[in-house]
Structures are given as structure tokens and as C-alpha cells.
């Protein structure tokens, strides 16, 4: 498929085929998926992909008991670490490394701010890390399509119960979003449907200055 092809058909999806996903094919999605930007380059994420039905039932109790959590051959925690430092000197030396950083001066003084970062509280933190988590999410989405695997972004769900279901420690990690992903079943009514609609661009895009209240664009008149 081609960019505007996956952006345009992808939906959400929750009515999926009873077949497996298999380790191949997850990891053709999460490997593309990973190239999503991050802050620093960071990449503050981790998945917890659930297959067997215990699982995909413990986690289904901490979503409100959306069906398709189980439904779906898999369902995954998308966690965003809270900690910017967790993996920054592996960043840090890769930047530095590939000739994205200039000299080790530089290189110290990244890692001074990410350390800064780490002091924030915790609110900051928080929102720190869904940034970049909720863009590998959307990166998840698209690279699943692609390899024609639907999906289900999941934001109804208690965090607390995640964290408590899976034994994570909360302090660290942030559960950002849960994702539904299988083959979606022959008859998925999204599939099917014209895509849902979307804020037209020129109400939703401004140029140079915030207009929210910019007037509707004009209707001709009848004659
Ligand atoms: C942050 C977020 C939270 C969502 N939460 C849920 C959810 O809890 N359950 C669900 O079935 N769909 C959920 N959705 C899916 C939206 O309903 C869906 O993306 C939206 O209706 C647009 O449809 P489309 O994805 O098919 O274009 C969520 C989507 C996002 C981005």
C-alpha cells in the first residue's frame, strides 16, 4: 500500500478473523513502527503485547470490558517510561557516534538536560512521555495496516488496574494507550463504511496567526 492508501483506509477496526498473529509479522510492525520520532530521540516506549485469553481477559476487566480486547488475536499495552534518562546515554553515544553531535562537550550538555528533565514533576513527566508514546502509537496503527493487520486504539481503560493487572510499576511507567490488533473479519463494518468524518482542513489549519473563530467559508447563494 502506499502512504495515502494506508493513512486513507485504515480505521478502526473491531470485529477481527479468528486466526493467530504470527511472531514474524509483529515484528515486521513493531520494527516499523519503532522510527517513530521521540523527544531527544528517547524512545520512551514499551509494548506488552498479550495473545494468550487469560491475558487478553485481564486486560479486557481493566478496559470497561471493551469485547474486542479479546476478540482481537492480540492486544497490547502501549507504556510510556516517565524516566527521559532511562536510555539516554545509549542515545547520547549514538548521536555522538553517528556525527549528529559535534564533540563530547555536547554530547555531556544533552545529557545535562535530559537529567534536568528527569527533576521535573511528576504532571510534566507525565506529558513528556505521552508525547512521544502516542506517536508510536499512531506509527503501530499505520505499520499494522500495511501489513494489512487492523487495529483498535483504546484510551477507555483504568490505568490504575493495568498497572495492578501486569504487576508495572507505576512510578516508572505510564500505560498510554491499549491497541487491538488482528486480521479484521471478512464482514468488519468499518471496513466497509466511507470513512468516518473528518474537520475539514481550512477549519482546522490556521496560517500564521490562531483564528479560531474564522468564519465559516461562504455558501453560495441560491439564484
Ligand atoms: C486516544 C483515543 C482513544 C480511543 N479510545 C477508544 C476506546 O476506548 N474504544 C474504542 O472502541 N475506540 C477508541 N478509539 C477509537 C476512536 O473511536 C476512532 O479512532 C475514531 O472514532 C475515528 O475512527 P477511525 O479510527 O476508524 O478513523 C480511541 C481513539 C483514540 C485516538
Not at 557516534?97 to 510534566?124: C, F, H, T, W
Not at 507505576?170 to 470513512?195: F, H, K, N, R, S
Request: proline share 6%.
Amino acid at each position: 500500500m502506499d502512504f495515502t492508501e494506508v493513512v486513507t483506509s485504515r480505521r478502526s477496526v473491531h470485529e477481527y478473523a479468528d486466526e493467530p498473529l504470527d511472531d514474524e509479522t509483529l515484528e515486521t510492525i513493531f520494527e516499523n513502527a519503532i522510527q517513530a520520532p521521540s523527544s531527544y530521540n528517547l524512545q520512551p516506549w514499551e509494548f506488552v503485547v498479550l495473545r494468550e485469553d487469560e491475558t487478553k481477559e485481564a486486560l479486557r476487566e481493566a478496559a470497561y470490558d471493551q469485547e474486542h480486547v479479546t476478540g482481537a488475536a492480540a492486544s497490547v499495552i502501549v507504556l510510556g517510561n516517565k524516566d527521559p534518562e532511562a536510555h539516554a546515554e545509549t542515545v547520547a553515544d549514538d548521536m555522538l557516534e553517528k556525527g549528529y553531535l559535534p564533540n563530547e562537550e555536547v554530547r555531556d550538555s544533552i545529557l545535562e538536560n535530559v537529567a534536568g528533565m528527569a527533576d521535573l514533576p511528576e504532571q510534566e513527566r507525565r506529558v513528556w512521555t505521552v508525547r512521544s508514546t502516542s506517536l508510536v502509537a499512531m506509527a503501530l496503527m499505520h505499520a499494522a495496516w500495511d501489513e494489512g493487520v487492523a487495529t483498535c486504539p483504546i484510551g477507555g481503560f483504568d490505568p490504575d488496574a493495568v498497572l495492578d493487572a501486569f504487576d508495572i510499576d507505576g512510578e516508572q511507567y505510564e500505560p498510554v494507550m491499549l491497541m487491538t490488533m488482528g486480521i479484521p473479519a471478512e464482514d468488519a463494518g468499518e471496513l466497509q463504511a466511507e470513512a468516518k468524518y473528518r474537520r475539514p482542513v481550512d477549519e482546522v489549519v490556521h496560517y500564521e496567526e490562531f483564528a479560531p473563530e474564522r468564519e465559516a467559508p461562504a455558501v453560495p447563494a441560491d439564484d
